[in-house]
């Protein structure tokens, strides 16, 4: 992982909320603050800080380094904001503006909530984290696999690769309508997967549609450094695959579980 420089949290408030397909509601932040946020391209990611429905205010940490997770739990419960995980869709420094895609669940968390509710002027928090995908070996493609939780990740890390790029991307997604337009290398490919494409049976746990896609692919001749994220059962099922049926050193495969199947984030 890729560290960033400076370690903040930035107060920022909602500026915009679309509902850019049917399972994605593209949230923009902004606000003087986020002008400090430095973009690292890939699949930057930040912690999400959101007030509680009962907090009249959002409560932010204030230390600039890892103690605000000390801070943060010191702060009581009934003061403590929500805290997720997410992936910049886009970063518009000059702008003062972020991007953040949310998986919509009508009877979802918090974060689901927030972005179905997002209003402009409603207060957030963030704190870069920096870089998940960082390939520490010597590879001649590039292979991405990652269901809907995931996407922003894919369209980030393809738009930061170089133009000769070569490799395979494999996302799922709950509809085909929830594909994306992002610039993708000539010689990567990216092959969507829609759940609603297929019979139910075959997708119990999300996830599981791209993993069957990936044991069947004919993969590109070379060293490869693959990168897995989303739903956990994916990420360790498709670590597995490479390692144990394709052969790939356990070096070239980073993963990353986003969430587990039937478990709420606390």
Not at 19 to 33: A, D, L
Not at 182 to 192: C, I, K, Q, S, Y
């Amino acid at each position: 992982m890729v560290k960033p420089t400076a370690v903040q949290v930035i107060a920022a408030e909602v500026v915009a909320s679309q509902r850019v397909s049917p399972s994605i509601v593209r949230v923009t932040v902004g606000g003087e603050g986020v002008e400090h946020f430095s973009p690292m391209g890939f699949d930057q990611w930040f912690r999400l800080f959101l007030p509680r429905d009962e907090q009249e205010s959002l409560r932010l940490p204030t230390a600039t380094s890892g103690l605000w997770y000390v801070q943060y739990l010191a702060t009581p419960k009934a003061r403590r904001p929500w805290v997720r995980n997410y992936t910049v869709r886009e970063a518009r420094p000059a702008d003062r503006e972020i991007d953040i895609d949310f998986v919509a669940h009508e009877d979802g968390g918090p974060a689901s909530a927030f972005a179905l509710g997002a209003s402009a002027g409603h207060p957030v928090g963030v704190l870069d984290q920096g870089v998940g995908y960082n390939p520490r070996v010597p590879h001649d493609w590039t292979l991405l696999v990652a269901d809907e939780t995931g996407l922003p990740a894919v369209a980030g890390i393809c738009a930061s690769l170089p133009d000769d790029a070569r490799g395979l991307a494999i996302v799922e997604l709950p509809h085909a309508a929830d594909a994306q337009d992002f610039r993708v290398p000539a010689g990567l490919g990216l092959r969507w997967v829609a759940r609603d494409e297929h019979e139910a049976e075959s997708h119990a746990i999300p996830g599981c549609l791209a993993l069957d896609v990936l044991k069947r692919a004919d993969l590109p001749p070379g060293e490869v450094y693959a990168y897995v994220v989303g739903e956990s059962s994916l990420v360790t099922g498709a670590r597995r695959h490479l390692v144990n049926d394709r052969g790939v050193p356990k070096a070239n495969v980073d993963f990353i579980g986003y969430w587990r199947h039937g478990r709420a984030a606390a």
